[in-house]
């Protein structure tokens, strides 16, 4: 058999398993995944023998080491995922939620129902705890799962599909709701992002140019996730202590997230009073800043081009332009933001208004960090990623998100 | 300029008038549809003269009767339109709903408010009058729509897009909230469905194969609409009365749609009872019967093979195969159904309620219809297809799912 048989085979054992989870119960589901977790823990020295080949290899391979560090599994990260399985357990089932209902002029009692996907296939790069997570999530919104790991994590990443694998059987569940996506080579990922029919959906989680190659190759619907060149505008009303906590949090807190500032925009008539605070404060916490004239004035600051407006830099480093006004704001948000998330701080009522109905992202911020696009800030308990496309979901994907629905039409005979 | 250049500078025409159109009030964009009403009206014999021209083409060309009548336009349809776009005035703005929100725990303020996707691309097939309803519900949703038609009615789509686009900039919208695609070759199509970034989501209308061939080719996202296999099962405890008024009404009461009968499931425990009743029944409404074994045994049934279960026939012929037992039913159904419409007729509590949970298709039914998996019917008000892929819209799509969504955060200088 070709890999792509093997691929297609996988998805159709897929397609059959999840029907049988698609009518699992709350109950049922929530055992699984509290014995996904207990057998991840039981089974620690296996996973970290795994994944102790998959670090020594990509050493061997003079990866970096911050790399490495991600790849690395330790019993702390081990029972992070155990934890996080739990945590999904105790969230609401979504599947057969009534989403509306009602009954027609005719007496026809009519309910839009959720239901699973049916078939998910995840894409994604190095951390191995997405396995966990993406399985734990996809079990409990009654989705079958391939999973398709870089291949830096592949040891890891079996062991612990055969720990969950094991785990789902034992509440009598098919173990083939949860599969890793045969084959290491990228003729592996084509099969998958070609099966169309038998895969539902495809997530793509990872860096820009993955999401890209998934978009433009794949037949099977995607979800786009996580390209982020987020930004701050302080306006000519802002509070400018907000401001500068929210710059220096949105920059900082973790640089190497989608949410993270990239972008910062001042307005000019408060740019005299703020300009050396923001730069003071973030050039303390490391960060270089790359600005326009208005910036450069300032030691250190490098001169921007066209290409930073553009750049997710994920890194201490952030573009920096002081706007005549609110409409120069929007307009270079409108063409530079990739509609992740953009904040505005500012204490201007009319100003706020115009920000949130003018800018189109995922996520539009006032007087707060871009860092609370999230599904746990949000209160979704789980996130499976964060969507920047318009189409199903947008913004923190949790639970939910993970569903599609049908409609319930119950009569008596009745005819048009 | 190449073609592909003319349709990427429609779309940016496009993306520049639907952010007005965005933030246009309901007040205004109801104004503009009785303003469309009342254009349309007013230059009834520009568009009668228009239309003219395309069914001499057609009755040129050879075209068959139904395909002309489908093209051909009277006061009476254009009347319709008219009526149409009033209706959309009449229902509830889609836009800036709030679908869902609250406080976080930190005192933010969350609320998911639905938004205008943006730029939506419609190819369609025949009837002109899709083309004054598309612009309607796509105006109303805040969408810039780029209308592709087929080439048999363009003299008819120019003259009413014409007199739409007039009609809009009497209330000061921008006329490209509604465009025609430039040109009149499938490399403009090919153009249309390869600009990702452009226009933000494609709905094909019309047969299987531009269905087909729009969701292989298209990197902009598609939302699949449309075919729709739809079976009707008759189970051992059916009332064989509302069993055959549904089964003829599923079948017959208009043929060429997608949520017409075209498999007929009977359950072995009433064959006897049922199947001379039914036989006859849609043999007096002149359906030809393409039946197994069981049906065979009566006059004028034609045998069936696996290509019938397959079939949309869109015409007065269906499936009809007798079944063991309700698994076998499922099992029929799970193998060929588009997973448009599905229903099954029982006064049986338990098997409805398998029937409901195991049949995954966009409409499942007990003891109704087919003919009822439908936007009028469900009392959306308008419908701009109904979609049989699972991913952000399923069955009947109105205006609320021409509309993506963004979340709002407000904070007072909330940082993590």
Chains 1, 2 share one sequence.
Request: aromatic share 4%.
């Amino acid at each position: 058999m070709s890999i792509t048989d093997d691929v297609i085979d996988a998805a159709r054992r897929a397609r059959v398993a999840g029907r049988d989870l698609a009518l699992a119960t709350r109950a049922t589901k929530d055992q699984a995944l509290h014995s996904m977790a207990d057998a991840l823990l039981a089974r620690e020295s296996d996973v970290l023998a795994a994944n102790a080949d998959d670090v020594s290899r990509a050493e061997d391979g003079g990866t970096p080491a911050n790399i490495i560090d991600r790849l690395r599994l330790t019993p702390e990260r081990i029972a992070g995922m155990a934890q996080g399985l739990r945590d999904v357990a105790g969230l609401p089932d979504p599947v057969g939620e009534v989403v509306r209902g009602g009954v027609l002029a005719n007496g026809l009692e009519l309910r839009e129902v959720r239901v699973p996907f049916g078939v998910v296939g995840m894409i994604y790069e190095a951390r191995p705890n997405v396995t966990a997570d993406a399985a734990g999530i996809c079990l409990k919104s009654g989705n079958a799962v391939l999973l398709r790991g870089s291949s830096s994590a592949r040891s890891s990443n079996a062991a612990i599909v055969d720990v969950l694998r094991g785990a789902v059987t034992t509440v009598g569940l098919p173990a083939d709701v949860v599969q890793l996506v045969p084959g290491d080579t990228h003729e592996s990922v084509k099969a998958l992002m070609r099966a169309r029919g038998h895969v539902d959906v495809l997530i793509p989680r990872g860096g820009a140019s993955l999401i890209q190659s998934v978009v433009e190759e794949s037949t099977v619907p995607v979800i786009e996730t996580g390209v982020g060149n987020c930004h701050v505008y302080v306006d000519a009303a802002a509070d400018l202590d907000k401001a500068l906590a929210i710059v220096v949090n949105a920059k900082t807190h973790r640089t190497s997230v989608c949410n993270a500032a990239e972008s910062l925009l001042v307005h000019e008539s408060v740019a005299e009073a703020f300009l050396p605070r923001v730069v003071a404060a973030l050039q303390e916490a490391g960060v270089t800043l790359h600005g326009d004239q208005a910036f450069g004035a300032y030691d250190g600051v490098v001169a921007a081009t066209d290409e930073d407006w553009a750049t997710e830099y994920l890194s201490l480093d952030i573009a920096a332009r002081v706007v005549p006004d609110l409409d120069t704001a929007l307009e270079h948000i409108r063409r530079w933001s990739s509609q992740h998330s953009d904040a505005i701080v500012t204490e201007d009522q009319a100003a706020a208004r115009r920000f949130v109905a003018e800018v189109d992202s995922a996520g539009v911020l006032v007087n707060a960090s871009t860092r609370f696009t999230d599904g746990g800030e949000f209160g979704f308990g789980a996130e499976i990623g964060i969507s920047t496309q318009k189409l199903h979901a947008r913004g923190p994907m949790g639970l939910t998100e993970m569903t599609s629905t049908k409609y319930v039409v119950i009569g008596d005979g009745h005819v048009r």
